[in-house]
């Protein structure tokens, strides 16, 4: 028996077989989970032929976290294909590239705004969009790049990272009470979509392998889905407002 026999797990960022979220879902349904995924715009249709590749087909739901409207219908949506959910998985970030790069001095603030709203607020937006689904308790699991430090290129990516950690944080404290755990997975580098978007992306990535006790496979999703797995499980049941690297344990050594 899996470890989310019987869940239902919403999963927003499958947009290619290389998305995190993609591995995810997979997982998810190997442990047993009914997974309902969630897809944006103009690549709405790559997200349903993504969710015909997983090992049993996806449903997929509109969602863009800035849209008000599709919060709001959110829900709706979802019930449409499992009445409510044990959990929901954040694996969205957006940053315009004048934000990143090396731009830290010049960024205009419209251009910050669109990555905070995207990638930090929206946590706080799609949980409170769920929350109507989630009257037994759950689990909101999500992905940051270890907001803590200024990282070469990541720019203001980094610090709407720094802010998404600290929303995680407010949600455990706002959603415990509902029964609902709410933790992130720091990830080391991988080569996806996203992370080819940033600008001079192999300064972050470095010698990553080289200074992980563990080493590190920049091209595996995996370990990551795995670690993303297990905390929408029911084996963390004491755990929130956790930021849990799956970094090859990067984090933990000096330089
Ligand atoms: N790749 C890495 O090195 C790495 C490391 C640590 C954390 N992360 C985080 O993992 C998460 C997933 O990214 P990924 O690396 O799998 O890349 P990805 O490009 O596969 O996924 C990013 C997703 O964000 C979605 N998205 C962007 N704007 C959106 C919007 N307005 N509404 C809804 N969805 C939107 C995209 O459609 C895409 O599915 C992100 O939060 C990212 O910052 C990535």
Known sequence: MGILEGKNILVTGVLTEGSIAFDVARLCQEQGATVVLTGVGRTLRITQSMGRRLPVEAPVVELDVTDPEHLGALADQVKEHVPHLDGVVHSIGFAPQSVMGGNFMQAEWDDVATAIHISAYS?????????????????????????????????????????????????????????????????????????????????????????????????ATEPTAKAVTALLSDWFPATTGEMVHVDGGVHAMGQ
């Not at 308790?137 to 290129?153: E, H, I, K």
């Not at 990272?161 to 997975?185: M, P, Q, T, W």
């Not at 990553?208 to 920049?218: Q, T, V």
Request: with cysteine.
């Open 123 to 219: 946590l706080k937006a799609l949980a409170q969009a769920v929350l109507p689904l989630m009257s037994e308790g759950g689990s909101v699991v999500g992905l940051t790049f270890d907001g803590r430090f200024a990282w070469p290129v990541y720019d203001w990516m980094g610090v709407a990272k720094a802010s998404f950690e600290a929303v995680n944080r407010y949600l455990a404290r706002d959603l415990g009470e509902h029964g609902i755990r709410c933790n992130v997975v720091s990830a080391g580098p991988i080569k996806t979509t996203a992370a080819r978007h940033i600008p001079g992306f192999d300064q972050m990535e470095g010698n990553w392998s080289e200074r992980a006790p563990l080493g590190w496979d920049s091209e």
